[in-house]
């Protein structure tokens, strides 16, 4: 999927696979001069980092629909990093280092007051691709 709407010059390009229980995500953003990029992820349940440890964080995130995201934990990853939430597991990539974070957000708009989570990898760049990988856990 190719997104129209961007400023001239720039380009947003999004693609999904499916391949069974497993979904991957690419997304590429190409913009005139670099600037910060997000991808975020909301779940109902945390997000547990697999291998990587979370610093604490707290605070606001800043303006805007960011002001309602509570960060809880960060992270800079410079290679894949995983993690597991609400029955799935994660791996986020990029073609540089990412800052992970973690917070708490509102719920569905049926229901703001319940507490949602929402994991975001941030990008400082002119050109940034992030890989996704999301997978069903399997029960044992």
Not at 14 to 25: C, D, F, K, Q, W
Not at 94 to 112: K, M, N, Q, Y
């Amino acid at each position: 999927m190719k997104i129209e709407w961007v400023e001239p010059g720039e380009r947003i390009e999004r693609h999904v696979y499916l391949n069974g229980l497993r979904v991957r995500e690419s997304c590429q953003v190409e913009l005139d001069q670099a600037e910060v990029v997000d991808w975020l992820l909301h779940s109902e349940g945390p997000f547990e980092p697999v291998g990587e440890i979370l610093a604490a964080a707290s605070g606001a995130l800043g303006d805007g629909p960011y002001a309602f995201i509570e960060v809880v934990g960060r992270v800079v990853a410079v290679q894949p990093a995983k993690f597991a939430t609400h029955g799935f597991r994660l791996e986020i990539e990029s073609d540089g280092p990412l800052e992970l974070l973690v917070g708490r957000c509102p719920g569905p708009a049926t229901r703001p007051a319940t507490k949602g989570w929402v994991l975001i990898a941030r990008r400082h760049a002119r050109s940034i691709r992030y890989l996704a990988t999301f997978e069903v856990e399997k029960k044992g």
